[in-house]
């Protein structure tokens, strides 16, 4: 059974730092692009970061483009994401998801595995 486990999130004041993580278990995903979205109160899910199989390749929203760093740890199955100089605006669930492509996509719709989610939240 395929089971991806986010952690890490928290309440943070703006200018501050969170790194999540996002442990998977049960297959290994070789050759799958992976992600992170995020889905704030009333919005949809929109797309915060990608990363290639190899960590080579990543990908941002323009929104997070220079503040959040995506990671991977093959070895580990594991994904990262590093959210610097929070802002109120990037409160949000945030799920991490493994990808059904080899490439990159900000579509929620090419990714099959997703997890539970976890809260981030950034006071003003």
């Known amino acids: 059974q395929v089971q991806l486990v986010e952690s890490g999130g928290g309440l943070v004041q703006a200018g501050g730092s969170l790194k999540l993580s996002c442990a998977a278990s049960?297959?290994?995903?070789?050759?799958?692009?992976r992600a992170w979205f995020r889905q704030a109160p009333g919005k949809e899910r929109e797309f915060v970061a990608a990363?290639?199989?190899?960590?080579?390749?990543?990908y941002y929203a323009d929104s997070v483009k220079g503040r959040f760093t995506i990671t991977r740890d093959n070895a580990k199955n594991t994904v990262y994401l590093q959210m610097n100089n929070l802002k109120p605006e990037d409160t949000a669930v945030y799920y991490c998801?493994?990808?059904?492509?080899?490439?990159?996509?900000?579509?929620?719709?090419?990714?099959?595995?997703w997890g539970q989610g976890t809260q981030v939240t950034v006071s003003s």
């Open positions: 998801a493994v990808s059904i492509r080899t490439y990159m996509s900000p579509s929620y719709r090419d990714y099959a595995y």
């Open positions: 049960g297959r290994t995903f070789s050759g799958s692009a």
């Open positions: 990363i290639s199989w190899t960590g080579g390749s990543t």
